[in-house]
């Protein structure tokens, strides 16, 4: 689709564009540019607008760890679970 570019007014991203990227009133979108080519891109909620101070502080500590090479895989996750499983199991019975 072709839009023309006018001196004194917004650009305007046409409907059809915007349902197909599902873009609605009130959304907040980033603009880069590489070279002649625009990108749209929508700006998502930041973990601010939807964790808590405690989450985000923890999220913050793992991101941390995981940069220092402190990080968990999934086989040991799994495992750690198994065995606690195995254990409440024991005293269960």
């Not at 072709?2 to 650009?11: E, G, I, M, N, R």
């Not at 197909?20 to 990108?39: N, W, Y």
């Not at 090479?69 to 198994?82: N, R, Y």
């Amino acid at each position: 689709m072709t839009v023309l570019v006018k001196p004194k007014s917004d650009l305007v991203v046409p409907k059809s564009v915007r349902r197909k990227a599902g873009l609605r009133a009130g959304d907040r979108v980033e603009f880069a540019v590489s070279g002649r080519v625009i990108h749209i891109i929508p700006k998502l909620p930041y973990a601010d607008d939807t964790f808590t101070d405690e989450e985000s502080a923890l999220i913050v500590k793992a991101r941390r760890e995981m940069r220092a090479g402190k990080s968990v895989s999934l086989e040991q996750v799994e495992h750690e679970l198994a065995r606690k499983s195995t254990s409440r199991r024991r005293k269960t019975a």
